[in-house]
């Protein structure tokens, strides 16, 4: 049985028990999230996991990052060298989007090496095989798909991404759109190229029962992927992206119906103060399936800089209701993440991610509040341990430092905080109410 | 006369026509709005200034970047090195905040060389002056300060912070906080620090006709500084921060019944949830006057990083009404930063400014439909033309390039947009649609 079974029969499991000392929560009330849809669980049944998380409405807000090889860095070895420093700044899942070299290895690797969630894009798999073997990357055929389904499964990924929201209304819609970018989402591309190639519907919703019956096996938990998603503010929240999210609630449904785990992957690129609404429609036509969120990135024009412009996002789409968020490495729309960048992104996501669970409950705040008093203290040891980034703040710390080591070099003499602490003792104060 | 005075009159200066270049609108609206209170234009009589901007409602929403000397750190070159990336990353004004060395020299050195808005916080270089002469960083008198303010007018400052919201009620309550962190300001200890030493009002809130008197003459715009803001997210939109506030709100009348252009300065540490709430209260205890912030900054627990908690907070609170952003850079809160630094905080704030722009005029998204016009057109050269940093987005797409130079290493031939324009072309699509 799936989690999400044994969570309707009213079972608590061990892995809700383990993921319930994380949260420092009861572990019926991951069960009941579970139950109800609002929360998932991704563990399969094959993947000897370290850390239990669940991902949904209540819980801390987690964090993915996406590693993985591209045409030209083929590195296991780099690959795995992202995986640690994921693992050691918080990251609560990694993606492989490995799309070159033996993907079945490469896969094989990291799961066995991750202590964390791991989740797959089984269709990059089917594309990259046939390109690799000097095919078009569409050239596939749906068998193969649901191969590749079944390997992953097998392998112990903990969930999927599966973009089965794209049919033939998507792309009647497509025709007539003034969408500035139409598709960038690589699965979505992939999908709509071979659905066209193919005159054929999207074999991925009309085969929808083969990928529950495998996931549930495993218990794979299903990531609805948005082949949709705005790739350009200018696109964000038109029809073809709400004409998925449509599907993406109908198949929510389909899922639950079957026993299996389901989330919904969401925008993309989206102006600020249209960020809310998209993480009220997503909830209200999904069933308050949990939200996994790419970015939002909150403008187009800072490549280099898209782990800020996605904290941005991703921190105000996190305190009005999405669960988990996709960082996003400052060489997005430019190149493949180095292993810096995959540390840089993480570390921004993880920025939004606290901020707004800060929003979601105050209890969180005490860690802020440690290092506020640590800070008034001027105690730097403190200050490095809550650190989010502990080498990074001690390495700028230590760079230049002040003449009085109390007090850093930002303000030297004029630290405001030693300033106070000098006079505000009570004589002073009495004196001058008096006077 | 100032602009204000001018405004008032109905006069349109050369200084708005210029300013209203720069922001493509009717000269009448900036007229209107520096007459109404709600926008500022500053430029010291005496200040050769290039870059003419106005700050406040409806308009772009401006950058500031602070830079200066601090105790061991005296490098003139360097800060104007500082000052020159700010001007060519997009900075609308720099802030000499030196506190060592021979601050009326480098200030020279620094309005000599600026083709931005420079201001300055004139307590420092009383303090400065006196802790250089081997006394307590308090030791200086009301004259003292008072010349200070006069010699920065002189010399061409075009705004001036001063901290006259601190009072004896203030002090009064600051006895029986629970903050973590009571004062964080420097201008806000250092005067503190002297009224409790001295047994004194402050002499600021006391002799504030002096300041108008010297201000208005060299119409030097005062930006009222939040000598209480919260330096911690436990200590945001307490009482404290609020009677400031309520003392700025008197000092706006003030300044504007003495016919000098005046705006406020605002935090600091804030909850994400609470940056609206920041934004409306100050807007309405200091009747609209243009609301200048540092941050705000919505998580402690992030050093080395605080450019990036600066901008999820800075954004949001730009999108919510503030006009004006003090850039935050990564070295906060642990070190004099470095001229990386620097940019590093302007761009995080850049993209601050600009994500809120598009809330608050959709126009401003024009920038980014051409970059991902470019991006979907696999047109790099434009993407590096409009990007925030083209150096940095040249730099990261050269580093790893894809094989087929159309697209990047990041997703290589799984290029969603290559995909999508190769197979959705009208005879695919007719063909799928009618199957």
């Not at 109800?36 to 239990?52: C, F, R, S, Y």
């Not at 497509?174 to 659905?195: D, E, F, Q, Y």
């Not at 490495?329 to 493949?336: F, G, I, S």
């Not at 008093?373 to 080498?391: G, H, M, N, T, V």
């Amino acid at each position: 049985m799936t989690q999400y079974e044994q969570a309707i029969k009213g079972e608590i499991t061990s892995e809700m028990i383990k993921a319930a000392i994380y949260e420092k929560c009861d572990p019926e009330l991951i069960r009941k999230r579970i139950a109800n849809g609002t929360a998932v669980l991704p563990k399969n049944k094959k993947h000897d996991i370290k850390m239990h998380r669940v991902v949904g409405k209540g819980f801390f807000t987690k964090v993915n990052i996406n590693i993985g090889t591209s045409q030209g860095y083929m590195n296991i070895e780099e690959e795995l060298k992202k995986l640690k420093i994921s693992e050691k700044y918080g990251a609560d899942s990694i993606m492989d989007l490995s799309t070159w070299g033996n993907l079945k290895e490469i896969r094989r690797r990291i799961i066995q090496n991750s202590n964390i969630m791991v989740g797959t894009v089984p269709v990059y798999d089917a594309a990259s095989k046939a390109f690799q073997n000097n095919k078009k990357v569409i050239d596939f055929e749906v068998n193969d798909f649901m191969q590749m389904v079944k390997d992953h499964a097998e392998e112990g990924v903990d969930f999927m991404t599966i973009h089965a929201g794209i049919t033939k209304t998507t792309i009647e819609k497509l025709k007539r759109t003034n969408r500035i970018a139409k598709i960038v989402s690589r699965g979505g591309s992939i999908i709509a190229g071979w659905m066209l190639k193919n005159s054929k519907e999207n074999p991925f919703y009309e085969h929808f029962d083969e990928v529950l019956k495998i996931c549930k096996e495993y218990d794979v938990t299903i990531s609805l992927g948005d082949g949709l998603r705005p790739g350009s503010l200018h696109d964000a929240t038109d029809d073809l992206q709400i004409d998925e999210l449509l599907r993406l609630g109908e198949l929510v449904d389909k899922c639950r119906n079957y026993g299996v785990q389901v989330m919904v992957e969401g925008p993309g690129h989206v102006p600020l103060d249209e960020i809310e609404t998209n993480m009220i429609i997503q909830k209200k036509l999904c069933k308050n399936a949990p939200f996994y969120v790419l970015g939002p990135i909150v403008t187009d024009i800072a490549p280099g800089y898209d782990h800020i412009t996605s904290a941005i996002g991703g921190a105000l789409a996190a305190s009005k209701g999405a669960d988990f968020l996709c960082a996003v490495t400052p060489a997005e729309h430019l190149r493949l993440p180095t292993i810096e960048d995959i540390k840089e992104g993480l570390i921004a996501t993880k920025i939004a991610a606290h901020s707004a669970d800060i929003v979601k409950n105050k209890k969180v705040m005490e860690f802020d509040n440690q290092m506020s008093i640590a800070r008034s203290k001027f105690d730097w040891e403190r200050q490095f341990e809550y650190a989010l980034d502990p080498d990074k703040a001690k390495e700028f710390y230590n760079e230049r430092k002040a003449e009085d080591k109390k007090m850093c070099s930002m303000c030297g003499p004029l630290c405001a905080m030693k300033i106070t602490e000098d006079y505000l003792n009570e004589g002073n104060v009495e004196k001058l109410l008096i006077e």
